[in-house]
């Protein structure tokens, strides 16, 4: 009886062991993506958006301004709320340098659409046109 105990304490052990191994491998990537995101600076953009009439397009757009005093660069994706099936569902906008103080403007941006603003060193800036 005395090999049975020893035994089955030693799995239990292994398995509590290989458990938290197990722990330590998953939320290793989790966490450090975590610390990296709370780490990483709010992008200085402020944003607005404005209805244009008149327009053969979809009728909203986008207008970002750097606040800091320091040039950003900056690219954006469109996430269409309304996309026919044979286009896309995204639109990748091109990289844009904003020098301080002036603003950059994505167009064409319909209701619900969903545009992701990222810069390296920053964490994304995600606006939906409501």
């Known amino acids: 009886m005395k ?33 990296e995101s709370a780490q990483a600076a709010t992008l200085p953009l402020s944003a607005s958006f404005e209805k244009v009439t008149g327009s053969e397009t979809a009728p909203y757009v986008l207008t970002l301004k750097n606040d800091s005093e320091k040039s950003v660069k900056a690219t954006a994706k469109v996430l269409l709320a309304v996309a026919f099936h044979a286009e896309s569902k995204a639109r990748a906008v091109p990289e844009q340098v904003i020098e301080p103080g002036k603003t950059w403007t994505i167009a064409d941006l319909a209701l619900g659409d969903r545009v992701i603003v990222s810069s ?3 964490s994304p800036l995600e606006l939906t046109v409501k």
């Open 3 to 35: 090999t049975s105990i020893r035994s089955s304490t030693r799995a239990v052990l292994c398995g509590s062991a290989l458990l938290a191994l197990g722990c330590v491998f998953v939320s290793s990537p989790a966490l450090r993506a975590e610390t």
């Open 120 to 122: 390296e060193g920053f």
